[in-house]
């Protein structure tokens, strides 16, 4: 009887052995590899990046409506929270002045537009 | 002598025998049981997410947003250093190859205007990585004033023009 104790208790004890093992191979070792990412999931300097290229649009050819829409691939919770932080990424990094104005005049052209996420 | 014993009781002693040693196998499975768990929860249930992710590891389908970003930018801009930097952040095997492929697919949606910027694109960064001829000017393919003229390659037809 006791050796039966004595064995389940090293069972469970090998079982967390394996489990933290498994979990650290998991996370850390190989974790899974995502390869289809969505514009989301990007690091913020390539989102900052991405909102330049919106506010260069949006400077050229003024449909802020379009700006919206192309910020909209960001999913992020409110378009205007995206190009704020955009902007203090920059301005942290010291963009050029003219990338900045044009950040600028897309953060006040999107104020005055319905900014509801689907 | 009487032992005590009959036939029966002589059987069931022999059954009582020691049963031989299972080794650590119960110590290996539950190794493996644990180490099954660890990774169906860090690869299906808890997955690592990843949130600073590289342009590169796009979906094909927002590699060809950002694509059609870069090269709408590129048509109203005319920075070429900005839009080569950024196309480089996709890895694409053959940029120019991409952008062609991209702007063929676009023409046949009936986006006409992006496939002419994803086009145009495309035949400068050719014209740019040709090997120029001694002959030929060094004069910069684009300047504020000049006229961008779409080179046709071989996987590009050359757009219609629209009538906007």
Known sequence: MRRKT?????????TLVGLAVGIAF????????????????????????????????????GDAAMALARLRYLRETSPLDIVQEAIAYAEAHRYAPGDLQMMRNLSSAIQDLPLEWD | MDTGMNEDTRKFRIRHEPTPKRGPWYFLTGLILGFL???????WINPVIYESTHPASLRNDYKAVYRSTIAQVFAETGNLERA??????????????????????????GRGEEAHDLALLASVLQIGSAPLDAAQPTE???SATSTIQVIPTQTLPLPTPTSE
């Not at chain 1, 004595?6 to 090998?14: E, I, K, M």
């Not at chain 2, 095997?93 to 046949?108: C, D, F, I, M, S």
Request: glycine share 6%; no cysteine; aromatic share 14%.
């Open chain 1, 26 to 61: 998991g996370w850390l070792i190989l974790p899974v590899q995502y390869t289809s990412t969505g514009l989301h999931t990007l690091r913020v300097d390539y989102k900052t990046d991405f909102v330049l290229m919106v506010a260069e649009l949006y400077h050229h050819q």
């Open chain 1, 6 to 14: 004595r064995r389940w208790g090293f069972f469970l004890l090998a």
């Open chain 2, 140 to 142: 910069p393919i684009l």
């Open chain 2, 84 to 109: 080569s930097l950024r196309l480089d952040l996709l890895n694409d095997e053959n940029p120019v190859y991409a952008l062609g492929a991209q702007a063929q697919r676009a023409l046949a949606d």
């Open chain 2, 37 to 43: 768990l660890g990774l169906i929860y860090t690869w």
